[in-house]
């Protein structure tokens, strides 16, 4: 793959500039169905966690709640605003007693539809993903019993989870914890024009965007970023042919070494899904680029080993704004009432 990716940026593939004028190949929509696939129009399923009514009532509440967190500030919703593109907006989340933390927070929005979740990919699905913040010192520092003793000492939470979670003799537990985010979460789906597109309606893009599609897949841009969710199926170098500076990616962020250990694996990071891309800047895992067209411009060097000119960045940019998709109508939830046995919330930093 990677020497197939290597291929692409010496520039096997067509390269030549794509400009207003010039026509769109009458095949562009079915080469765009061989690389990529719309978004499905049910909620889909997920292993092991059959999604019902109450189960995403019930996630959807949790994720909303702060006092999932040991300072009961932080709620899921913090790093992944869903009034926002899903995440919020900042080089690096800020979490318990106001650490910052070491990685920039991708969107949660059809997040579903990723191979793993995280950067690296050390969370194979949405339920584990759910419970790795929770536990995480810099961003919610609490505990899987304390929260499991939280939802406990609210009855409105624990009828709740009977609700979802019919037959079980105990079904307030943190694995059913994390199984409702992901029921919710498994909701956040945001139908783009580029879906309309795909679907047959050729005039949902605009001939600027359907011009970036073809430049996109000309470039090797979809090695990279296809599937359905225009990206987040693969793992990659960042930096395949020219790495990038330490202003951009920082040397001490292996990205997937760290899970896998294994020194190819060394700035490899997961392909980050670009639906909703416009809305979700900063961009990278670093997130300390604020501009979409430089973001572009960087992938270009780093990964394809070209300098985009200015006219294809903007043809590429005008294709990923068809990627920004309708929000589902979210409203916020009233939680349940504490109780005097609601765990006390705290600030304490526990090195």
């Excluded at 994720?63 to 995440?87: E, I, L, Q, Y």
């Excluded at 996109?216 to 599937?227: I, L, P, Q, R, V």
């Excluded at 780093?302 to 960045?313: C, F, H, T």
Aim: hydrophobic fraction near 40%; proline fraction near 7%.
């Amino acid at each position: 793959m990677r020497k197939f990716l290597y291929t692409l940026a010496a520039g096997v593939l067509a390269t030549t500039a794509v400009y207003a004028s010039d026509p769109v190949p009458a095949e562009l929509r079915q080469s765009a169905l061989e690389i990529f696939r719309p978004l499905p129009s049910t909620i889909p399923a997920v292993k092991d966690n059959p999604i019902t009514a109450e189960k995403i009532a019930l996630g959807k509440a949790l994720f909303f709640d702060p006092r999932m967190s040991a300072s009961g500030v932080f709620a899921c919703n913090s790093c992944h605003n869903v009034g926002t593109g899903g995440d919020d907006n900042l080089e690096t989340s800020i979490g318990h007693g106001w650490q910052k933390g070491p990685r920039n927070s991708p969107t949660v929005f059809n997040a579903v539809f990723n191979v793993a979740q995280f950067w690296d990919g050390r969370a194979d699905d949405l339920k584990a993903q759910a419970k790795g913040p929770v536990q995480a010192g810099v961003e919610m520092a609490n505990t899987p019993v304390q929260v499991v003793a939280t939802l406990n000492s609210m009855p409105q939470y624990v009828e709740w989870f009977k609700a979802a979670f019919p037959g079980e003799d105990d079904p307030v537990t943190f694995d059913n914890f994390a199984k409702a985010i992901e029921a919710f979460e498994a909701t956040l789906i945001t139908p783009a024009p580029f879906d309309a597109y795909l679907n047959g309606d050729e005039n949902a893009l605009t001939l600027e965007a359907k011009q970036g599609l073809q430049l996109f897949m000309d470039k090797g841009c979809a090695s990279c970023h296809g599937g359905i969710n225009v990206g987040g199926e693969g793992y990659y170098p960042f930096g395949l042919v020219e790495k990038p500076g330490a202003d951009v990616l920082p040397e001490n962020d292996k990205g997937r070494f760290a899970v896998t250990n294994t020194a190819d694996d060394s700035y490899v990071f997961r392909a980050a899904p670009l639906r909703n891309v416009a809305l979700t800047a900063p961009y990278f895992h670093s997130g300390k680029v604020w501009d979409l067209k430089q973001a572009v411009a960087v992938m270009g060097t780093a990964q394809l080993g070209e300098e985009l000119n200015d006219r294809d960045v903007d043809l590429i940019v005008a294709f990923l704004g068809s990627l920004t998709g309708k929000a589902p109508d979210i409203i916020y939830p009233i939680l349940p009432a504490e109780t005097a046995a609601t765990p006390k919330p705290t600030a304490n930093i526990n090195n």
